[in-house]
């Protein structure tokens, strides 16, 4: 019997919940499972993934394949490295202690990068928020402008001297017409 590590999709339209199981390669997607060792969840950012570790190394020894997608799951939550390091002290090419301490670095070294991308993604959010706050108030100070513009009457001086202007040059057009014909 071939046995996958493979998601079984759970959830509504549009907003998908896997279970991370081990099933026969045969079964249905969602069907018969042998044993739930986790569930991964796509929708938060980052991915919610929650492994037990202990049993996917255990179904990895015993031979199940994982899915390409469970692959890089298991990649990611250190499983695979385990594997390798355990594969490794098997062989008598490290000591346990020596596998254990690479994998306290590498999970270490995870931890940090998970952390920063929180950081990240929460400070450009914030940053985002900022900066379309600011763009709005120079749209709402550009059209306050404009409204106190059309509202505001001209100067009373440059509307008597623009109509005395306009004034003399009226009638002399008027009057140079008749004198011509």
């Not at 690479?102 to 920063?116: D, Q, T």
């Amino acid at each position: 019997m071939s046995v996958k590590i493979r998601l079984s999709r759970h959830g509504k339209k549009h907003n998908a919940y896997y279970h991370i199981v081990v099933a026969d390669a045969r079964a249905p997607r969602d069907g018969k499972f042998i044993e739930v060792i986790g569930n991964y969840n796509p929708n938060t950012n980052p991915a919610t993934i929650n492994l037990n570790s202990d049993k996917a190394l255990a179904w990895l020894g015993n031979g199940a394949q994982p899915t390409d997608t469970c692959r890089a799951i298991l990649s990611y939550k250190g499983v695979l490295f385990r594997n390798h390091l355990q594969k490794g002290v098997t062989k008598g090419v490290l000591t346990q202690e020596a596998a254990d301490a690479k994998l306290a670095a590498w999970e270490e070294g995870k931890v940090n990068k998970i952390e920063e991308k929180k950081v990240n993604l929460s400070s450009s959010a914030k940053k985002s928020v900022e900066d379309r706050l600011v763009e709005e108030k120079k749209k709402k100070e550009a059209k306050a402008e404009a409204i106190r513009i059309k509202n505001t009457p001209p100067p009373v001086e440059e509307a008597a001297s623009v109509a005395e202007e306009s004034a003399p040059e009226a009638p002399a057009a008027e009057g140079e017409a008749p004198a011509e014909a």
